[in-house]
């Protein structure tokens, strides 16, 4: 619902991808909770309910180290819109 009424406010900015990324952005577990995961071996039939990109930003998300994820947005949190970050972000290991 937040990243909606971002949405609303720079729809440019905020692509649908995104919304139901972010909705989705913990589906398969995350680092620091495994309570219930979707199993990733079944990645295809999320993206056929939310899309490939959103699909691919919800497993990312759900995929990355916390640590290296947090560096990396220090790293390049000064960037302005249209520029390419640096740097990359580690897998997580469980």
Same mark, same amino acid.
Request: proline letters at 4%.
């Given at each position: $619902?937040? $990243? !909606? %009424?971002? %949405? %609303?406010?720079?729809? &440019?900015?905020?692509?649908?991808?995104a919304?139901?990324?972010?909705?989705? +952005?913990?589906?398969?577990?995350? =680092?620091?909770? =495994?309570?219930?995961?979707?199993?990733? @071996? %079944?990645?295809?039939?999320?993206? &056929?309910?939310?899309g @490939? !990109? *959103? @699909?691919?930003?919800?497993?990312?998300?759900c *995929?990355?180290?916390? !640590?290296?994820?947090?560096?990396?947005? !220090? +790293?390049?949190? +000064?960037?302005?819109?249209? &520029?390419?970050?640096?740097?990359?972000? *580690?897998?997580?290991?469980?």
């Open positions: $619902m937040v $990243m !909606r %009424q971002w %949405q %609303q406010k720079d729809p &440019e900015g905020i692509s649908d991808a919304c139901l990324g972010g909705l989705c +952005h913990s589906i398969y577990g995350t =680092q620091g909770f =495994q309570g219930f995961a979707f199993p990733v @071996e %079944q990645r295809d039939a999320l993206k &056929e309910i939310i @490939e !990109r *959103a @699909e691919f930003l919800a497993y990312v998300t *995929a990355k180290d916390s !640590r290296s994820y947090s560096e990396y947005v !220090r +790293h390049n949190r +000064h960037l302005r819109r249209g &520029e390419t970050p640096t740097g990359s972000f *580690a897998p997580r290991t469980n």
